[in-house]
């Protein structure tokens, strides 16, 4: 979603010497979860002696997790690499995909790799993909991957989306994603954009694509409520950082409000909003500034689970017991309580 493309010295040297991800273990490093807890409802979802698990390190920037349940293994993207990642807690983590997100051979400068991931109805990896600039989904065998991939959205009447962030389906089987310019190499001015806007879409089982929101500056993140009557977007501008919420109607949204302004959080704290993931009670998990904001469905902030970094997005397993967090070089998981 948000990618940081200045790597400090510091980081680069760390990760010119550090162990290739794609043959390492899990690496031992676990620490108590700081969690600021503005409400006692806090109490019913984290402990206060959560603990960080740190699970896989020395990525370049880790995105889009997603739980595979039928496989027992988490899935996420380093969108640099232009590589997707596996991790089972009997293996560790390995190499899953290569390319995820950009598959011409033709060099591109900008972000390449899959950002966002989730998994349809059908049981199928789908990728938000930065380089090819489009939705797809991964037509080969979860245990045996292969980067063949059919488009389910690759323009909008007729002009090249930007590259697709982030992508969510609902029970109907419709898609909804975002838009922003991330992946081109001069953003928004770039010459090879073709949209006038950052738009939120929504592409139907018919394969026709509607324009839900154009009026956002860099959507993001993107999730739906449980009873899919409302979209949350996160917006990843520093100077609108925000959540907002749509009611959703007949391939169309109204009544857009603004969930939760994190405007001034952002000019101190690292990290934009981002990825979220909303569990079966409402509970929105929300990556942001300073880290991961817990919020009830009435936008009321329950808590934050901090982070010194970034974080990108998060992701459920365990019905909704476990939360993976993708933090910068880092992924974290957390054991939420029953």
């Known amino acids: 979603m948000f990618y940081i493309d200045k790597i400090p010295m510091k980081k680069f ?3 010119i010497i550090i162990l290739s991800a794609a043959s390492c273990k899990s690496p031992e490093n676990k620490s108590i979860a700081l969690v600021d807890r503005y409400s006692e409802s806090l109490d019913d979802i984290i402990s206060t002696e959560a603990r960080l698990d740190t699970i896989a390190t020395g990525m370049e920037w880790s995105e889009g ?4 349940a039928s496989e027992n293994m988490l899935l996420f993207s380093d969108v ?6 596996k991790w089972t807690q009997e293996a560790g983590i390995s190499s899953y995909l290569i390319p ?9 400068a900008g972000e390449s790799g899959s950002n966002g991931l989730t998994i349809n109805k059908a049981g199928e990896l789908v990728l938000s993909q930065h380089g090819d600039r489009r939705i797809a ?3 080969s065998d979860l245990k045996e991957p292969k980067p063949s991939f059919v488009s389910i959205a690759d323009n909008y009447k007729g002009k090249k989306l930007n590259s697709p962030n982030d992508v969510v389906q609902d029970s109907n089987g419709n898609y909804y994603f975002t838009d922003p310019p991330y992946g081109l190499a001069n953003q928004e001015r770039d010459s090879t954009k073709e949209t006038m806007f950052q738009g939120v879409y929504k592409v139907t089982t018919d394969g026709n694509i509607y324009l839900l929101i154009d009026s956002l500056s860099r959507p993001n993140g993107i999730a739906l409520s449980p009873d899919e009557k409302t979209l949350f977007v996160a917006n990843s501008d520093p100077e609108k950082a925000r959540w907002y919420t749509y009611e959703l109607g007949d391939n169309a949204v109204k009544n857009g409000k603004i969930f939760y302004d994190a405007t001034p959080l952002a000019k101190d704290l690292p990290g934009l909003p981002d990825g979220m993931k909303i569990n079966k009670q409402g509970i929105v ?3 942001g500034p ?3 904001f817990i919020f009830n469905p009435n936008a009321e902030l329950l808590g934050k689970i901090r982070f010194d970094g970034p974080t990108s997005n998060c992701a459920f397993a365990d019905n909704d017991k476990t939360l993976f967090v993708t933090a910068d070089m880092n992924v974290v998981k957390i054991t ?3």
């Open 13 to 15: 040297l760390f990760l």
């Open 137 to 139: 989904v991964m037509k």
């Open 100 to 108: 995820s997100g950009y598959t011409d051979s033709i060099p591109r």
């Open 65 to 68: 997790p997603v739980w595979v």
């Open 285 to 287: 998990f929300a990556t």
């Open 80 to 85: 640099p690499k232009n590589t997707i990642y």
């Open 336 to 338: 939420l309580k029953e």
């Open 290 to 292: 300073g880290g991961v």
